[in-house]
């Protein structure tokens, strides 16, 4: 490692993150060093360093869980992945407990998450375990007209929708129902037109309800203007007049907010499938029973299996999603001019901070 590395730690709850140097890293067994291309700036890094979201390693914590980069050192076992690049789960499971094994990965008990269980990415090189890492095809990357950093985002923003279609079993033909078309959002519309659902995209924004109609959106409806009963009428107006089915809706309530709770709990028909993306720590008053009369499911959604990363990429490497329009990419030392912005809603597309830019 031939830099100094360094990196931007959170001290208290809305404190000012601070930059520090530190000894270079010595990836141990089955570990390795990447240097970071980059780190979006998720929600939920808004949630922990303003809302006190509780995170699991003691301060200072350096925040960013959406990483891309490049191995520059490897451990014991490790060796072949020296120079690859690479997109860093936001959720990595140790892979040998018996969660791991039965396909329940995310809720590994041993699992590690950058910015929140160890040190995060908003750094210039971050030791990760080399179990889970997601490999990226350089070439490919170029033919899609990106950059390493530009796919950090995938790492959460894509694969966390994705995850979430894959439960909800989208395929052709499905009506897929996303409320809050922001940053998870806004891949979660086109996640579930790249499968093959018919997509209605719900939001207060009309300036993103007007751009996710250029990227998979068949419908928008702006629920300021239409509320309540007459938001499900409009939704099933649509359906009958394209055909579409008036069951088994998938919901996707992306908003992280208790308005868009309430609006995708009211939306539950029968046979309908509610997946909850989003996070907040609001809480809303809903009557269960709606599930039993509509023979209905909720689904948790906590980050993305490891071993369904390579398809997700594949959707954004094969062009059938988007990222350019819906990233930005600032200095990773304007960090705290950045955080800022996105609690402020000043920031039209997800951040992505980049060391030494």
């Known amino acids: 490692m031939s830099k100094t590395p360094y990196r931007w730690s959170m001290t208290a709850v809305g404190e000012p993150m601070v930059r520090s140097e530190f000894a270079p890293i010595q990836p141990g067994a089955g570990e390795v060093v990447v240097e970071v291309a980059g780190c979006g700036v998720c929600h939920t890094d808004l949630g922990y360093y303003y809302d006190g979201v509780r995170f699991n390693h003691a301060p200072p914590l350096t925040l960013g869980h959406e990483i891309s980069g490049r191995v520059v050192a490897a451990g014991a076992g490790a060796e072949a992945w020296q120079g690859k690049a690479v ?4 959720v990595m499971p140790c892979g040998v407990c018996d969660l791991c094994l039965s396909g329940h990965g995310t809720i590994c008990r041993k699992q590690l998450m950058p910015g929140n269980d160890i040190q995060g990415g ?15 095809d350089e070439s490919r990357l170029k033919s899609a007209g990106l950059e390493l950093a530009d796919i950090s985002v995938v790492a959460d923003a894509v694969t966390t929708p994705y995850q979430a279609a894959v439960q909800a079993e989208i395929t052709k033909g499905d009506l897929a129902i996303v409320i809050g078309v922001g940053g998870v959002g806004g891949y979660a519309v086109q996640v579930a037109n790249a499968l093959g659902a018919t997509v209605v995209a719900i939001d207060v924004d009309q300036a993103k309800l007007d751009n996710m109609a250029n990227y ?26 394209k055909g579409l089915p008036e069951t088994c809706w998938k919901i996707f ?20 499938t509610l997946c909850v993306v989003g996070f907040t720590m609001g809480k809303i008053e809903l009557r269960l029973s709606n599930l039993m009369a509509f023979h209905a499911k909720a689904l948790g959604n906590w980050g993305c299996l490891t071993e369904l990363y390579p398809a997700a990429l594949d959707l954004v490497l094969d062009k059938k999603i988007a990222l350019a329009p819906f990233i930005e990419k600032h200095p990773l030392d304007q960090i705290n001019e950045v955080f800022a912005a996105a609690h402020a809603h000043k920031l039209t597309r997800r951040a992505i901070l980049v060391p030494g830019a």
């Open 216 to 241: 998979g959106a068949a419908l928008t409806i702006n629920s300021r203007q239409v509320e309540g009963k007459e938001l499900k009428k409009a939704i099933l107006g649509f359906v009958k007049e």
């Open 122 to 136: 908003f750094a210039s090189h971050i030791v990760v375990p080399v179990r889970g890492l997601c490999p990226v």
């Open 253 to 272: 309530e992306c908003s992280g907010s208790t308005p868009g709770q309430e609006t995708a709990f009211g939306l539950l028909t029968f046979g309908a």
């Open 87 to 90: 997109l860093i789960p936001a």
